[in-house]
């Protein structure tokens, strides 16, 4: 349902280690011009709609209906030439945004 590689895990525990305990990674979907993505955000708030995973020691939230839409998710952490990030990956289809946006 959610895997995390174990370089994704290491930055994730690296920057929650500061934070308010109990906070936990947000997993959204993003609507940008290039069509929808999935993106992450320090959350450290949750409902009723939200299902909560632990992977490891921590805690990632995400809507039930998103999940259940786009599962399984895979998170990872790339470094390529354009820069390092999470890299996200699922069963949401690529593409698909307007493409009018110059967005480089």
Do not use: Y
């Not at 940008?32 to 708030?45: F, H, I, K, Q, R």
């Amino acid at each position: 349902m959610l895997k995390v590689t174990d370089k994704a895990s290491e930055i994730i525990r690296d920057f929650l280690k500061d934070k308010k305990a109990g906070a936990s990674i947000r997993v959204f979907l993003n609507m940008g011009c290039s069509g929808p993505s999935l993106g992450m955000a320090l959350d450290e708030n949750r409902s009723e709609a939200d299902e909560v995973i632990s992977v490891g020691s921590t805690t990632f939230v995400i809507e039930k209906d998103l999940l259940n839409q786009v599962k399984p998710i895979s998170i990872d952490f790339v470094t390529t030439p354009q820069g390092a990030g999470f890299k996200l990956t699922s069963s949401l289809p690529e593409g698909g945004g307007c493409g009018s946006c110059s967005c480089h």
